[in-house]
């Protein structure tokens, strides 16, 4: 559709990635389901070779159809970014853009809070080949400078943690970063493209599972790798090496949930709020932590970088058996217990940050619980959690 750029986000999410005139007036963008691309002449077959810093051509399927151009387009104009690429998983995403900026005998630097998987994949993978891998306390800030060896070529900066949700200052990590010529990819996903621009301060490489907020739905495996367009030629070299790209059908889908991300999040955020406030007045909950409140580690950061808040944060419990544990979590009966988070409906997991930690040591004797909230009514969500805390106070 027409250029949006100097539209509101909430609008652009209407018409990034559209294109009715040339598909019969059909508003959404047609699936484009191909493996082969046919070549209409010798000529033409002979020019097939598409350079991985090309894009918006396809010769092959694996290269990408108008779908995938159409997603990830969308994406990158929304983060802010120069290009993107879609890849089938949020930890795909992690991994490829890893795998693009570092070689043997390089230093990577990770925050302690960082999402697992991608820190199991550094530790099993890349200090295979070679990597030196070291965690960071992700309140370390500008200090960061600390830790650089010569050879440290990348941060990988998550904003907030996952399960114990510090605010970094990512300013202040990239200033020392560039001064010292490494890169600073940072997992975007809690915030989405929407509640913060990583590219607007100082990050070169971002990465969204896209599974969560983007698509919405609970029904999608999706990453997106956003960047520079000084990482351009790098991550594109590193996904077409690697073999890995969006299936059509999911490009759909996630271009789909992304239509209404901005009105989710905006209920999200405000609903996920007033829980929070609420948890914290319940004589249950040690702690909230919630990057709008100031209770949450570099909460002033988030006020000072980010736009809004989505609908994940965590409570720390006042220590209690298993049992009374178990009673609160079973029989639930809006919030499901399961992995992964941004959907339509509420979810809530005990979590148990202890055994990842190394750099800055999770120490809380309380339960960690986190909770992603969905699309429901406060008060039925007050209501479910309400009578857990009934069941829990029954079974001690
Ligand atoms: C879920 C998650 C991922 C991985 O996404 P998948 O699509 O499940 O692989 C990456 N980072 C964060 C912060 C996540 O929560």
Redesign the pocket.
Known sequence: MSDSKHFQDATRLTTLGRDPAAYDGVVSLPVHRASTILFPTLADFEKSAVAPTETGRTTYGLIGTPTTFAVETAVAELEGAHGACVVP??????TAALLAVLKAGDHLLITDSA?G??RRFSNHVLKRFGVEVDYYDPLIGGDIARLFKPNTKAILT?SPG?YTFEIQDIPAIAEAAHKHGALVLM?N??ATPLYYKPFAHGVDIS?Q????YMSGHSDL???TITFTKECEPLIRQAVRDLGISLAPDDCYLLLRGMRSMAVRLKHQERVALDLANWLATRPEVKQVLHPARPDCPGHALWKRDFTGASGLFSIILHPIEKPALAAFLDHLSIFGMG???GGFESLIVPCDPRPIRTASPWTEPGQLIRISVGLEHIDDLKGDLAAGFARMAAAR
Do not use: H, M, V
Not at 89 to 94: E, H, K, R
Not at 209 to 212: D, E, G, S, V, W
């Open positions: 998983s949020g930890l795909a995403a992690i999402y998987p991608g998550e996952s997992d996903t809690w990465i599972a896209a599974t969560k495996l999706a990453g992995f992964s988070w």
